[in-house]
């Protein structure tokens, strides 16, 4: 089974995420499947720290995440919490931050467009 991948979310060893170019503060992640060059497809594990924001940015594709541990808050106010699954569908826009830090799975269908 070589072309199988396992892989503990809580276990991974994170870099400093920079799928806009330049490197985010206070974000981090670790590339399950998830391939820009190849459309921005696949999966990934995000680790924000206490403070961390997301750039604004619109989804050219579908994005979803399972939240796995801690709170992340959308601009309306919205608390996404452990367990949530939360769906963006194409060309829906936001931002995120967190206050206490966060631990979240990916699942991109095309790359984001920062704002």
Not at 26 to 48: F, P, R
Request: aromatic letters at 14%.
């Amino acid at each position: 089974m070589t072309k199988r991948k396992i892989t503990n979310p809580y276990d991974v060893e994170f870099i400093p995420f920079d799928n806009y170019g330049a490197v985010v503060p206070g974000m981090s992640w670790y590339k399950i499947s998830y391939n820009k060059e190849k459309g921005g497809q696949g999966t990934y594990v995000l680790k924000m720290e206490p403070g961390a924001r997301s750039l604004p940015h619109k989804h050219t594709g579908f994005e979803e995440f399972f939240m796995l541990d801690g709170e992340l808050i959308d601009p309306d106010g919205k608390i996404f919490k452990k367990g949530d699954f939360i769906s963006f569908e194409p060309e829906s826009e936001h931002s995120s931050h967190t206050i206490n830090g966060c631990l979240v799975l990916v699942f991109m269908r095309g790359i984001n467009q920062p704002l």
